[in-house]
């Protein structure tokens, strides 16, 4: 099959899309049908552009009716090939040519709703192990495992395996697990060691706050064991860490040494064994019910439809029929496929007559998408050497000798040819007076002056802008440097984020995705213009329009005669009550796109700064309104013009409200090394030098067995290692982090991620056409440009250092010299800011008006007194009539205590959890005797008079929420008694002194309890049957009526 397979290495620059084209119309030449051509690649510009590409050369050779004749093919990204193959050979392979493809984004959504129930039931069993081995997201875990499973067509049957095999992996890497009874006896052990270090701690004559520290933390995991919970296997670890100083160090060494022996404890082995299973037989079984759903509803996601044409392809009636049609497949950026689009297309070109294949091993970045690096190069190495293109277009000589020097040692090392990295430069050659290659050195120890460094080096070009000559992409004629020629590539998006806005308070425009749209003025306008279409009584909406189109005395017209009489103000009001009688007949969308003509917000906005990212901020609100009906459609929900109001909300509230980027040639450039594949810029900084690798092999991989690359089968041996850490926050667990890092997993792991920072800084060095800047501190403590160190020549020798010492320098990489220009800079200062304008709220009338809080607390409601009358009821003599503890303290010890008591709990069980109770709080009057009468006596009293029947359920710490009017509350209720008639509400409290000292007491808790009644019978509809305050300590049940 590889005979027809013409494999083409494309470095960056070499010109691509150029080399498709020509390629194309010269097998038309030898006979290709232009609709017999399959053409992919992976962005929907990119296929436009082809598409664009493939038609204009054959118009240009007067070959107009093959150029028509292109649009017979399938020529787009790959889903939309799929797509198109599917709709067309529906009823061949049983399918319907209607289903709908579900939104990009949008299958989580249907994934949730799809597993809910398998989800739920699986959690009783997971969420106790989530909790003991500190893993979050464990649903995220299982999206993660079905959608790697699918895009690399691992069956249900092989998920089991891969449960299997990631728990034996793993296990080989802990010690062997103690019997369990000595694991039992181990947990005792503990617990009394615990006890004995913290009533040891301090040793005589130890004052040091280290060892006060020590001993806190022993009593917070104490608390933890006294609450009943199990400690997590990252407290066993701590427990064998925590220490003292030297006087006390001899105190917690037998606590160290039992809590060290934690890996070797079956419960762990048990735990983490379960965990790993459990995931896996939920995903297998998850992944059943989500394509079951999605079949019922006729929904197909973006994998099913590689799936489905992958078996389409492999049906012989359908294949017998491609072959006739098609004749040459051209798949663009080939080393971003994931492993079942390589299936699907190693599978086409045994259908063609001609296969090319156009990529580049270097560029592939997108590891966390789907791709796999490691299997395109096992399909380059079974199909053999390709053709490389051998010029650079796009970048100065002096630049593309540099990156072939630097990525051809470094390449090297990984065993990529030479011949496949290096790269002559075909753009002439400028002159400038600064060299193309530039080093800034930060006088600075940490990121905000790093950031305030960067940006006064941009502001340093930017002033002395004509001096450095840039060749124009377009005209290729040398012209002056401007700010959108200038494009900062960082790490993440929370470093393009502070990047970006150090560059606006400096008053230098950065364009960046942002979020913030609906905040926006121009989208304020048309969503109140919006709202006012909705609802003629909606004011906020009213006042929202009169403040953005200035309306004189609006404010006072409002106090005087009310928001209707605003509307007289403007004709825009009219013109929205007018046409609010149309909206029955209109989409979401169109009712939108009404709100902006009506309010004429295109012309406001070109009336406003920047006009070009007001005008495109409002598309972009429309695209968001657009997606609403598409997520609509396929949630299959009733789409309404509301519930696009309702959808913006949530959009902000997610931080998800994505603002149009800004363009321009006044807007420096800020975004991710990832994004910036596939754009140049003339001149191209690259942040974060210091940038290490993360030697980590936890969590969900694909690995494949070590038999031999099958390109008739090339997902074949293919499996899902999935490890948990289960060690929380820490990062290093002694013993275990080694045997981790020297087991060859780790090894491969670390390999894979110098292979993947390798190529994205060839993808970042790449980008720039007349001048790279490498931006990194100066040489201190760490490494500041770990980044390029960590990569070495043939000879072991690190490839280059960046030069220090201010000044134009010669930097040797490879087998040439390079001139250099370092500049040391230090923070800068803040810039000039964009003027603010100013507004003045009208002056107001002589008029005070008062407002109810947002929010009320129940505990400081009041009730008229003579509203209210008590009863009260001897429980027993009191337990304490004074006392020198903590109030605050006591409180806590009664309210913790009766939270956890139940009735059927054994005494000594009861009386242990006293005692560690009031330990923890160092209380000295109130005893575990007295708590254990206190919960005694309540019981035999609620068993008596509140509820002798014995048909109600105690809940304690029962949270209550409500709403009065605008007003929001909430609280817990100590106690609650569940009755079939309704609620009996018990409040503790541990207030001392003599009945009318208390009866007082009881009237300023009355409040409370009334608030507390109200919601309850405002949530189930039912009378209540009692509120009791009981005064634990005075031995009284205070009936409030």
């Known amino acids: 099959m590889s005979k027809n397979i013409k494999l083409i290495s494309a470095s960056a620059g070499s010109g691509k899309t150029y080399s498709l084209t020509e390629l194309f119309v010269n097998n038309i030449d030898k006979g290709v049908r232009p609709e017999g051509v399959v053409a992919t690649t992976f962005t929907k510009k990119a296929a436009q552009e082809i598409g664009s590409r493939f038609r204009s050369k054959l118009f240009e050779l007067n070959r107009t009716e093959e150029a028509q004749r292109v649009f017979g093919g399938y020529i787009g990204t790959v889903n939309s090939v799929c797509g198109a193959l599917l709709k067309d050979y529906a009823f061949e392979v049983g399918q319907s040519p209607t289903v709908e493809v579900l939104p990009d984004g949008e299958d989580g959504a249907v994934f949730r709703v799809a597993v809910s129930q398998i989800i739920g039931l699986r959690a009783k069993r997971i969420v106790p192990l989530v909790r003991s081995l500190e893993i979050e997201g464990w649903e995220d875990i299982v999206k993660d495992i079905i959608d790697k499973a699918r895009s690399n067509a691992i069956d249900r049957k092989m998920m089991l395996e891969s449960g299997r095999c990631s728990w034996e992996s793993l296990q080989k890497l802990l010690p062997e697990p103690i019997p369990e009874a000595e694991g039992e006896k181990l947990d005792s052990e503990i617990v009394r060691e615990l006890e004995r270090a913290i009533a040891a701690l301090p040793a005589d004559g130890d004052t040091t706050k280290g060892t006060l520290k020590a001993k806190k933390e022993l009593q917070a995991i104490r608390r933890t064991l006294y609450r009943g919970g199990v400690p997590h296997w990252s407290t066993w670890s701590k427990l064998s860490k925590i220490s003292p100083t030297k ?455 694909i690995q494949s067995s070590d038999a031999q690359f099958d390109l008739d089968n090339p997902l074949a041996g293919r499996w899902l290692r999935y490890w948990p850490w289960p060690f929380g926050a820490q990062k290093k667990i002694a013993d275990f982090s080694d045997a981790v890092d020297e087991s060859d997993i780790a090894k491969e792991a670390f390999e894979q991620e110098r292979r993947e920072r390798l190529r994205l800084l060839y993808v970042g060095m790449t980008r720039a056409r007349d001048y790279m800047i490498l931006a990194a501190r100066e040489e201190g403590k760490g490494s500041p440009t770990a980044w390029l160190d960590g990569y070495e020549n043939a000879g072991g020798n690190q490839i280059m250092s960046l030069p220090e010492i201010p000044g134009v320098s010669q930097i040797e990489v490879g087998k040439q010299s390079f001139p250099i220009e370092t500049v040391c800079l230090t923070p800068t200062e803040e810039g000039e800011q964009a003027a603010i304008t100013q507004s003045y709220a009208p002056v107001l009338p002589d008029k005070t008006t008062h407002h109810p809080l947002a929010r009320f607390v129940p505990s400081s409601d009041t009730i008229d007194e003579e509203k209210v009358s008590v009863e009260f009821f001897e429980l027993g003599s009191p337990l304490l009539t004074k006392t020198t503890d903590s109030r605050v303290a006591q409180g806590d010890a009664v309210h913790a205590f009766l939270a956890v008591a139940t009735p059927d709990q054994d005494d000594a069980v009861l009386k242990a959890r006293g005692e560690r109770i009031v330990s923890s709080l160092g209380l000295k009057d109130l005893n575990a005797d007295m708590l254990f009468e206190i919960h005694h006596r309540l019981q035999a009293f609620i068993t008596k008079t509140i509820d002798p029947t014995g048909s109600s359920e105690i809940l304690t710490e029962w949270p209550i929420h409500l709403k009065r009017g605008l007003q929001k509350g909430s609280g817990w209720i100590d106690m609650l008694s569940r009755q079939p008639d309704g609620d009996v509400i018990i409040d503790h409290k541990t207030s001392l002194g003599d009945k009318a000292q208390l009866e007082k007491k009881a009237m300023g808790y009355a409040g409370q309890l009334a608030t507390y009644c109200e919601a309850l019978e405002t949530a189930t509809r039912k009378s209540n049957q009692g509120m009791w305050l009981h005064f634990a300590l005075a031995g009284l049940m205070v009936k409030i009526n």
């Open 247 to 701: 006087k006390s160090a001899h105190e917690v060494e037998t606590l160290h040494e039992l809590a060290g022996q934690f890996l070797a404890h079956p419960r762990f082995h048990k735990e983490v064994r379960q965990f790993i299973t459990l995931l896996f037989d939920c995903a297998s079984e998850a992944a059943g019910l989500y394509q079951q759903y999605k079949r019922v509803l006729g929904l197909i996601d973006f994998t099913d439809q590689e799936a489905l044409a992958l078996q389409m392809v492999e049906d012989k009636a359908v294949a017998s029929q491609l072959q006739e049609r098609l004749d040459m497949v051209m798949v663009d950026e080939f080393q971003d496929t994931s492993p079942i689009q390589l299936a699907l297309f190693l599978k086409l070109s045994k259908l063609v007559k001609q296969s090319i294949w156009v990529g580049d091993q270097k560029q592939s970045i997108y590891g966390f998408r789907g791709s796999d690096p490691a299997l395109m190069d096992a399909v380059i190495e079974a199909l053999g050497e390709p053709e490389t293109l051998p010029n650079s277009w796009r970048s100065q000589p002096a630049l593309v000798d540099f990156a072939s020097e630097y990525f051809a040692a470094a390449f090297g090392q990984f065993g990529l040819p030479e011949k496949r990295v290096r790269l002559t430069s075909k753009v002439t050659a400028t002159k400038p007076k600064h060299p193309h290659l530039k080093c800034w050195r930060f006088e600075s120890k940490n990121k905000t002056n790093d950031t305030l460094c960067l940006v006064g080096g941009i502001q340093s070009l930017l002033d002395n802008a004509s001096e450095y000559v840039v060749l124009d992409k377009i005209t290729r004629k040398e012209r002056t440097l401007k700010a959108g020629d200038i494009a900062v590539l960082c790490m993440t998006n929370a470093d393009c984020r502070d990047v970006a806005s150090v560059l606006e308070e400096h008053g230098i425009r950065s364009a960046i995705p942002r979020i913030g749209l609906m905040l926006r003025p121009e989208v304020v306008l048309v969503m109140a213009a919006y709202r006012c279409l909705l609802s003629a009584e909606d004011t906020l909406a009213v006042a929202e329009l009169a403040k953005i189109f200035g309306l004189e005395d609006w404010f006072t017209v409002a106090l005087g005669k009310g928001m209707g009489a605003v509307k007289d103000l403007h004709p825009m009001f009219a013109r929205l009550d007018d046409a609010r009688q149309e909206l029955a007949s209109l989409t979401p969308s169109e009712v939108l796109d009404l709100a902006i003509d009506l309010s004429e917000a295109n012309r406001m906005a070109l009336g406003w700064d920047n006009p070009a990212l007001r005008l495109a901020n409002l598309d972009a609100l429309r695209g968001h309104a657009l997606a609403y009906e598409s997520t609509c459609k396929s949630r299959r929900c009733a789409c309404t013009p509301a519930g696009l109001v309702h959808h913006f909300h949530q959009l902000e509230k997610n931080e998800s409200d994505d603002q149009a980027v800004g363009v321009g040639d006044d807007a420096v450039q800020v975004l991710t090394y990832h994004k910036s594949k596939g754009l140049e810029w003339p001149v191209v900084i690259l942040t974060r030098l210091d940038s290490k690798g993360r030697k980590n092999p936890f969590g969900l991989s």
